[in-house]
């Protein structure tokens, strides 16, 4: 895959120059954006379907600031489930590590209740090729 290369913006920052620790999250999903899209997974022909991934839980550990002009690099993995995908991450920035962090995603259907995921996508993101992917933000 070819790395996305975004800096971290003024936009990004607080008052001080350091990430402001929500948009974090906004990594995390471009992260997990471009996972699925680099294995084929289309999230807008899934919605379309009537199947969409909804974020269930977050969890990050905050380890060091990162800071405006940043050049950032996103690792993620998958551990896959039945209705569920669980990714973890984690953001560095030139060999420092400055988070962790892990999502739980539900797979839901038209009635916002939990469903299986398509068989076609567990496809996508089984075995070796849905191990490890790093992103440059």
Known sequence: MQPVEIRVYYEDTDGG??????????YLERARTEYLRER??????????GY????KAVQVSYIAPARYNDLLTVE????????????????????TLIARASCDLACVGKSGKPVRIPEDVNRSLSGEKARGMSITL
């Open 76 to 95: 993620t993995d998958l551990a896959p489930g039945k209705v569920r995908l669980r990714f973890t991450h984690s953001i560095g920035r030139e060999g």
């Open 52 to 55: 969409t991934f909804v974020v």
């Open 17 to 26: 120059g350091v990430v402001y620790y929500a948009n974090y999250l906004r």
């Open 40 to 49: 084929g997974v289309n999230l807008a022909s899934l919605i379309e379907r």
